[in-house]
Structures are given as structure tokens and as C-alpha cells.
């Protein structure tokens, strides 16, 4: 059952356009969510997050929309570079209080200079 | 930023041979810390989740007696995959817990496990 799910697998922008990049979820007891960069043979690295009790949150070029109601969360990035292109996962994790994340099935965006 | 050191980062061994791969927080104390697996173009799956000074917690599926943890300090957890075989070749990577359920994981850079 994949309570984390990015419906693209892959994604090519432009470069210097958006690249908005979809995650949906379906554990209502999700509260904080996550996007994770993430290059071959390389561990994640954490680029965004939010918590429910917000609907958007921004951290330079990237910035994260959340729709609880649409239990539906979207990485925006602008403009969109070359080195963008790596495999983006989607993150959630409840509160419960034991930190355990779960992620999403990852979509590789590639950057078209 | 918070940095997550993960050793060896590349691993061939033949079959039966018992691998240790470590863990390290290196800038900040971590209580909790997490182990996933990846397979080729497929998701991060969490494994067990590694608690200093107590039992590791195994996901369902998860062989505990296969996939060993210690986690004897609060800078380092050891990932020990005892009998390896091929089936167990995969991609392996750890993270330190932010602290709290609202707080980013930090990753290392994964250990890839290649059993011939």
C-alpha cells in the first residue's frame, strides 16, 4: 500500500522555466512533509518541508504547496537550473512523535539548458 | 548543517560473509537514528528505526536476526547483514532523526552492497 505517491516518474523543464513537481498521499494522520534531492549512489538531501498547519512555505527557488483537504503537496522550483536535474522524493511523517518518514516513489527531473 | 557520515560506501563480498556498514553523526547527537534500503529505481523503504541504548525496531518483513543493529552511542549505529546473500545486494542508507516528528532526517550517503 503506497501511502506516498508522485504519479510522474519523470519530469523535463527548460531551463529558467518552473518545474513543479506533484505529490499525493493518503494517511489523513500525516502532519509534516518533506522533498528530498537526491543524486545516484548518493543519500538524500533535504531541501523543503512544512507542516499542516501552513499551506505554503518558500526557501529561495523552492518553495512547497500543501492542500491537506486534496491531501495533495507540490515543489516549485524557479527558474529551474541544470543542476536541478537529480531524482526528487516526497516525504511525510506523522505525529506520533517516532520521526519515521515515509516516502514517495521519486520523479527525475531533468533540466534542458 | 547537519552531516551524516556513512562507511564503507561501496561493498563487494561473496556469499555468506557477514558485512558491517556504520553510521555517523558527526556535528550533533542523535538518539534515533534509521536505516532504508533501496532497490534500483524504486523508493527509499524504511528498514528499522535504531534507538541508542535499546532494541532496534524492525518495519514488518524485516529479518532482525538477518539485518543486525547496534546503536551504542549517540553518534553511531552499525548496520551488520550477517550470512549475505545476492538477494541481499542492494542499496543501503542511514539517517539521524532531526529530534523531533517535525524535523528534517539527515542522510549519508548510502553503502552500495554487491553480493557475488
Known amino acids: 500500500d503506497q501511502q506516498v505517491k508522485q504519479n510522474s516518474p519523470s519530469l523535463s523543464v527548460q531551463e529558467g522555466r518552473i518545474s513543479i513537481l506533484n505529490c499525493d498521499y493518503t494517511?489523513?494522520?500525516?502532519?509534516?512533509f518533506l522533498w528530498y534531492k537526491k543524486y545516484p549512489a548518493e543519500g538524500p538531501t533535504f531541501l523543503i518541508s512544512i507542516s499542516s498547519i501552513k499551506d505554503k512555505n518558500e526557501d529561495g527557488r523552492f518553495t512547497v504547496f500543501l492542500n491537506k483537504s486534496a491531501k495533495h503537496l507540490s515543489l516549485h522550483i524557479v527558474p529551474s537550473q541544470p543542476g536541478d536535474s537529480a531524482v526528487y522524493f516526497c516525504a511525510a511523517s506523522e505525529v506520533t512523535g517516532n520521526e519515521k518518514l515515509t516516502f514517495g516513489t521519486g520523479t527525475r527531473l531533468t533540466i534542458i539548458p | 548543517g547537519a552531516v551524516v557520515s556513512q562507511h564503507p560506501s561501496w561493498v563487494i563480498c561473496k556469499s555468506g560473509t557477514s558485512v558491517k556498514i556504520e553510521c555517523r553523526s558527526l556535528?550533533?547527537?542523535?538518539?534515533?537514528m534509521f536505516w532504508y534500503r533501496q532497490f534500483p529505481k524504486q523508493s527509499l523503504m524504511l528498514m528499522a528505526t535504531?534507538?541508542?541504548?535499546?532494541?532496534?525496531?524492525?518495519e514488518q518483513g524485516v529479518e532482525k536476526d538477518k539485518f543486525l543493529i547496534n546503536h551504542a552511542s549517540l553518534t553511531l549505529s552499525t548496520l551488520t547483514v550477517t550470512s549475505a546473500h545476492p538477494e541481499d545486494s542492494s542499496f543501503y542508507i542511514c539517517?539521524?532523526?532531526?529530534?523531533?516528528?517535525?524535523?528534517?532526517?539527515?542522510f549519508g550517503d548510502g553503502t552500495r552492497l554487491s553480493i557475488l
Open positions: 556535528d550533533f547527537q542523535a538518539t534515533t
Open positions: 494517511n489523513s494522520m500525516f502532519d509534516y
Open positions: 539517517s539521524a532523526g532531526g529530534g523531533a516528528w517535525n524535523q528534517p532526517q539527515h
Open positions: 535504531s534507538n541508542e541504548g535499546s532494541k532496534a525496531t524492525y
